[in-house]
């Protein structure tokens, strides 16, 4: 099996900064797309960030400019650097990763998701 495990969240004031990491183990292949999803309360999942294995990054557009996803392959971990933080970012922010794993004679790929970490950022 596969599993990912977050770190870096907390309580920040307006304005600071906060670095997520999310580290992937099991019985990897090889992992495809990682990226970062948030549910503040009342709210459903949305995307944060995304990263191909390739390095191709997307971003939703209330994070663009302020937020930047990176991954180190050789780690099987994917980071959110978040700045500018502002209280609408509270959130409890998940890690997804598209694996390829073998399973027996097979190679299986399936999406993964982490715990979750709280964000929290105060006016």
């Known amino acids: 099996q596969v599993q990912l495990v977050e770190s870096g969240g907390g309580l920040v004031q307006a304005g600071g900064s906060l670095r997520l990491s999310c580290a992937a183990s099991?019985?990897?292949?090889?992992?495809?797309?990682m990226g970062w999803y948030r549910q503040a309360p009342g709210k459903q999942r949305e995307l944060v960030a995304t990263i191909t294995s390739g390095g191709s990054t997307n971003y939703a557009d209330s994070v663009k400019g302020r937020f930047t996803i990176s991954r180190d392959n050789a780690k099987n971990t994917v980071y959110l650097q978040m700045n500018s933080l502002k209280p609408e970012d509270t959130a409890v922010y998940y890690c997804?990763?598209?694996?390829?794993?073998?399973?027996?004679?097979?190679?299986?790929?399936?999406?993964?998701w982490g715990q979750g970490t709280q964000v929290t950022v105060s006016s």
């Open positions: 997804a990763a598209t694996v390829t794993r073998v399973y027996y004679s097979d190679y299986v790929t399936d999406d993964y």
């Open positions: 099991g019985s990897i292949f090889s992992i495809n797309a």
